[in-house]
């Protein structure tokens, strides 16, 4: 069983920054991607930005990207969320996700391709 745990969440200013971080338990090796995703209430979750251990390679969501940065330490097996110029829209709760094995890419933003969650942690963007 994989633990998940997410920090770093908080109450920001718009154009405000955080910096989020995952850290997830067991072998790195086993799992080849590690995701956030976000929601708010009464939405589906949202695919945030994804990395890929076996291809180095990150993706993120349109609605992110200029804006948000995703980096990955593979030894010590955490993943981090830098968010500057925060948006009020970009309040939710935040969560990391992972799954044994391989992802592939068309389902790298789909929630249900990963089996382990963190419990989330809340982010609020004030105006």
């Known amino acids: 069983q994989v633990q998940v745990a997410e920090s770093g969440g908080g109450v920001v200013q718009a154009g405000g920054s955080l910096r989020l971080s995952c850290a997830a338990s067991g072998p790195p090796y086993s799992r080849d991607v590690m995701s956030w995703f976000r929601q708010t209430p009464g939405k589906e979750r949202e695919f945030v930005a994804a990395?890929?251990?076996?291809?180095?390679?990150?993706i993120l969501a349109d609605s992110v990207k200029g804006r948000f940065t995703i980096s990955k330490d593979n030894a010590k097996n955490t993943l981090d969320l830098q968010m500057n110029n925060l948006k009020p829209e970009d309040t939710a709760i935040y969560y990391c996700?992972?799954?044994?094995?391989?992802?592939?890419?068309?389902?790298?933003?789909?929630?249900?391709?990963?089996?382990?969650w963190g419990q989330g942690t809340q982010v609020t963007v004030s105006s």
């Open positions: 990395s890929s251990r076996r291809s180095g390679s990150t």
């Open positions: 996700a992972t799954k044994e094995g391989h992802i592939i890419v068309s389902e790298l933003r789909n929630s249900r391709a990963y089996t382990y």
